[in-house]
């Protein structure tokens, strides 16, 4: 089992950044993917950026690139997400979720992700 926390979220004005972390517990993330989804009020969970354990970015959402970056530190077991130039459409409860390359699957999508946290709230005003 990997246990995961968010933490980091909260109010920001637009052109603002924020950094979110997820911490993983239970066991390493050796051999696994992290990822950081998103989900507006009414909107469909959203994919933004994938990051295998070797640190190599596999996969990040249009909406985002070059505004969001993503990335790990294996030594404690953390991701982060690097969030700059803030907009009003990014506000949302942001996810993070891991998933193994064993089960297969589209690291866009959900199913792929075995484990998720809990969400952590995102705020942008204009």
């Known amino acids: 089992q990997v246990q995961l926390v968010e933490s980091g979220g909260g109010l920001v004005q637009a052109g603002g950044s924020l950094r979110l972390s997820c911490a993983a517990s239970?066991?390493?993330?050796?051999?696994?993917?992290t990822g950081w989804f998103r989900q507006a009020p009414g909107k469909e969970r959203e994919f933004v950026a994938t990051i295998n354990w070797r640190g190599i970015v596999t996969s990040s959402s249009d909406s985002v690139k070059g505004r969001f970056t993503i990335s790990n530190d294996n030594a404690k077991n953390t991701v982060y997400l690097q969030m700059n130039s803030l907009k009003p459409e990014d506000t949302a409860v942001y996810y993070c979720a891991v998933g193994s390359p064993r089960n297969g699957g589209d690291v866009r999508l959900a199913p792929a992700y075995t484990f998720w946290g809990q969400g952590t709230q995102v705020t942008v005003v204009s």
């Open positions: 239970g066991r390493t993330l050796f051999g696994y993917f």
